[in-house]
């Protein structure tokens, strides 16, 4: 690089700082959650509503739902009422609805910095890193599977970042840990290296229970059992089949009074039918099942509505991801979760590019503003969905972030007063002059506007003259940046030694397993 270069370099980055400064202050970083003060995008009738519910309850009703390898779960069912038939279970119509009643309609989670503890329900809006990805990717390396060291840097990451407010769960499997001991990094990484809301393992009973033993040393045995400080993201297995590893893991977040995420995983012309409607009658019937089932292990406990719908592309039989059916099928889920009067999950930057791209920014911008008009409380997968959910990006993990930034200012909506009006603006500027100068603008300028942190907005000139870089390179730079400036929070000592005493121990008490 030459020497203006890095001049201009180093000027920039007296700008940025500058700019971050002036963001912060526009946007309202610091805040534990977005308030929404937008509605909601309503987008069917009463009397459509009416049948997709009534569809429902009469694939409740006629064709069921199979709960298998886990008897408690049955008997669970037969003392509520329900018919079952071996490990087939149907409801009458109407049963869940009532069983649901017990559930919250909103609840705090809590953080170890209370600061940062979070509303999830009613008009509050909760952003968290993308979920699950075996591996991992950046400019520099490609395509290579996730380790613990990546997954450190994403939890440091999403600490680092002013626009969540979740630190996210399995943000990518730690692929260099044994299969049945990785939940305790996972769930220490979170602990230690952020001090936000975060979620547990899933993958068996024992890792569940691990995570929520762990959120006890931290918040103290009798707080857990009162308030919700960790989530557990458990799955339907789609169509119609709920497994005994993820009712087991269910019930055991319910048990503790921690909240379960209730999630259909549905690929129209896979796991569903090719039909937005029918789609989402079958999501209705398979989450209602499963959120009813935390109710009957432990009344009252709390519990989120999840929605996770995509499509197929029918000529290949591959995955689809950011597509418009989906989109404003979510927006559907959403009016029918309101009915139910339940916190609701959705999922937010969607993409099967396998590249931080334009594709993956415009099936990602999609699948968000469908999480966010849909009125979801809680949207997982907001930063680094790559490839179809197989990859975690570095670049895209800073892009998406810089959207959801973006985000907070439009669920923020338009304020009205005297002087967002501006009247007395026109009195002094006049016809035909700018507004660079004027009073109302020296007042409002650092608050006015949000401020992009990896678009480009210079002159071509300029652009050039910097090295013409593109979006997934500027955010190449900010996310290695981000990472050299990262700071841990605090953590007590003795907390740390006891977590890590029991984390050993753990590991000492089983073989290795990399099944």
């Known amino acids: 690089m030459s020497q203006d270069q890095t001049a201009q370099r180093s000027r920039h980055g007296g700008r940025e700082a500058r700019r971050r400064e002036r963001t912060q202050k526009a946007s309202g970083v610091g805040r534990p959650y977005i308030i929404r003060n937008i509605p909601t995008y309503d987008v069917l009738s009463e009397e459509n509503l009416v049948r997709i519910e009534a569809a429902a309850d009469r694939i409740l009703a006629e064709t069921g739902i199979a709960f298998r390898d886990d008897p408690e779960v049955l008997a669970l069912w037969r ?22 009643r017990s559930a919250p309609a909103e609840f705090t989670q809590h953080a170890r910095n209370p600061e940062n503890s979070i509303r999830i329900g009613g008009r509050s809006v909760v952003f968290a890193p993308a979920y699950g990805c075996p591996f991992v990717m950046d400019l520099d390396r490609g395509r290579r599977f996730g380790t613990l060291q990546d997954f450190q840097n994403f939890v440091k990451l999403a600490q680092s970042s002013p626009w969540f407010h979740h630190s996210g769960g399995t943000i990518c499997e730690p692929t260099d840990i044994p299969v049945n001991k990785r939940h305790l990094d996972m769930v220490y990484a979170h602990l230690k290296y952020s001090d936000r809301c975060f979620m547990g393992s899933v993958t068996a009973e024992e890792r569940s229970e691990d995570s929520i033993e762990m959120a006890r040393i931290v918040f103290g045995r009798d707080f857990v059992d ?19 590893t993820m009712t087991k893991s269910l019930r055991a977040y319910a048990r503790a009074n921690q909240a379960a995420v209730v999630v259909p995983f549905i690929l ?21 099942a499963g959120c009813a089932l935390t109710q009957l292990e432990r009344k009252g406990a709390p519990v989120v509505f999840g929605n996770f719908l995509s499509s197929t592309q029918l000529k ?28 609701l999950r959705c999922s937010g930057n969607f993409t099967t590019s396998k590249l931080p791209d334009a594709q993956a920014m415009t099936e990602g911008a999609m699948s968000m503003l469908a999480a966010v008009h849909c009125g979801a409380n809680f949207v997982l997968h907001s930063a680094g969905f790559l490839d179809g959910l197989l990859s975690m990006s570095y670049e895209k993990f800073m892009l998406d972030a810089d959207l959801c930034g973006a985000l907070h200012t439009y669920l923020d909506g338009i304020k009205v007063d005297d002087n967002e009006l501006a009247v007395d603006a026109f009195a002094e500027v006049g016809p035909g002059n700018h507004f660079f100068g004027c009073s109302h603008t020296l007042a409002n300028y650092e608050t006015a506007y949000w401020d992009s942190e990896t678009a480009d907005n210079t002159p071509f000139e300029q652009w050039e003259l910097a090295g013409s870089d593109d979006a997934a390179t500027r955010a190449n730079r900010l996310w290695k940046q981000r990472l050299r400036e990262y700071e841990a929070p605090g953590l007590d000592q003795g907390i740390d030694e006891a977590l890590q005493d029991f984390m050993t121990r753990k590991k000492a008490s089983m073989a290795d397993a990399w099944y």
């Open 79 to 100: 003392k509520a009422g329900a018919r079952v038939d071996g490990d087939l279970v149907t409801f009458e119509p109407g049963m869940l609805r009532e069983i649901l």
């Open 226 to 244: 009162e308030n919700c400080v960790i989530l557990g993201n458990v799955n339907v297995n789609s169509p119609l089949v709920w497994d005994g």
């Open 268 to 288: 129209g012309g896979a796991m569903g039918p090719v039909t937005n409607a029918g789609a989402i009658a079958q999501s209705l019937a398979e989450t209602m």
């Open 316 to 343: 290949t039989g591959s995955p689809t991801f950011g597509t418009p059916e989906p989109a404003i099928g979510s927006m559907v889920v959403g009016q029918l979760c309101r009915r139910l009067n339940l916190p």
